[in-house]
């Protein structure tokens, strides 16, 4: 058979860490689909794109995709001393000239590259298009209201400076609500992963405060989110900074789920287990794939589990199984399935799902508003999990935060209880289905959502041919 001549090559630079590069890939996936004729290279650390490739994640690939491995710039013999974001910072440092090695390496390879793709945290990558003389384009994967978060990061710490000169007491001062902000106008302060923005120590703190900078320079900004859902005030703002800001609809998972999940993406056997479960009657819980969940919850939450027999379906990673009560796994065969990863798309589509207790990741709260399940938020201080969870309570009202704020058994029983049984919960269920019913129309063939992204299908496919 004659070879394949790729048209075009683009390259996708992925943030190595948490569900970013998972997250890109999805999208890389759903345009090479959309661009046969185009060749990806996608650009991430070997850990990460062995992870992302390995046979049970990578079922769909299309054959346009090509993993390209680039350090996670790690000195040789590095001592690590323990700091949070340590191997964050290690790897921005060297990024700028390990991606650049990489985009050569994919261009020998491949041929000469005629766009660049890259998760927005990755600021510099713009001045690389430059250099390439190709298009940028950033994808922002957290909720859109994160965005406006970085790109107003100055004006937040001026509101903190204002609620410590006037006299405010700490607290009251970080529950000012940051009224005048896009997007913003119902979120406090104490609602802003703060720490992590203001982090002076971290590179990785130092990148994100350039967003707001680098941003306005992309040719276009893919945002994983629907026009519809953004506040007007937040699509107004963004739309007037970044001309180009196409909101493509959620990257991870297709709407409405495709009619027949493919067997071999189930390896844990969860969807096989659901068939067997009630209807709306199992908790799914899952807490990412990067966030250090507290051992002691974990073991709070499973004592709830199993005292009062709750049906339940836990994808806990592997170094954390050893933090379950001995014999846990045992004890609840009958009514509980404990795996490391789940096909959690597929899974919160189950009719068997009642409620997602979740760290309230961005991925994982668009995956649950898709399919209209009701959410008990147990964020971690990290990222932009405490200002989503204030959304999905307070804003959406599609979920709550868990009784008490952090995990006991008896918080999380009554959460639990409060979703699947009392009128509270019947009120939020409603919610999330409406919520949902909003989407399926964005997400419909004829929204803003399928429109932007032919309209990112058409740029990917102008420039430069091979
Ligand atoms: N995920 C999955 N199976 C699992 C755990 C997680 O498919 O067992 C996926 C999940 O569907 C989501 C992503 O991993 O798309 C997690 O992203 P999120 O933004 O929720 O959290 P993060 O990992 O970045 O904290």
Redesign the pocket.
Known sequence: PTKWVPKHHVAAMAFPF???P??LLNLVKKLAMAAPDTQFSFLSTEDSNNFLFSASKATDLPNNIKPCNVSDGVPMNHVFSGRPTERVDLFVKAAPDNFRKGLELAATEIGHISCLITDAFLVFSGAIAEDLSVPWIPVWLPLAHSLSAHIYSDKIRQYCAIGGNDGDTESSSKRKILETIPGLAKISIEDLPLEALNDKQSLFSSMLNLIGNVLPQANALVMSFYDELCPKSLLDDLKSRCPGLLNVGFV?ITIPPPPLPLSNTDATGCLSWLDSQKTMSVAYI?F????NFPHNEIKELAEALQENRIPFLW?LRENLRGILPDGFIERTRLHGKVVP?????QVLAHKSIGVHVT?C?????C?SIANGIPMICRPVVFADNVTNAKKIEDIWKVGVRVDGGVITKNGVTKSLELIMVHEQGRKIRSKAHALQELLLQAAAPNGHAAQDFKTLVEILSSNQAL
């Open positions: 948490g569900s970013h998972l997250a991870t899952s990412g794939t990067v966030a994808s990863w789940a096909p959690q798309a760290h990741g961005a991925n994982s709260v995956e």
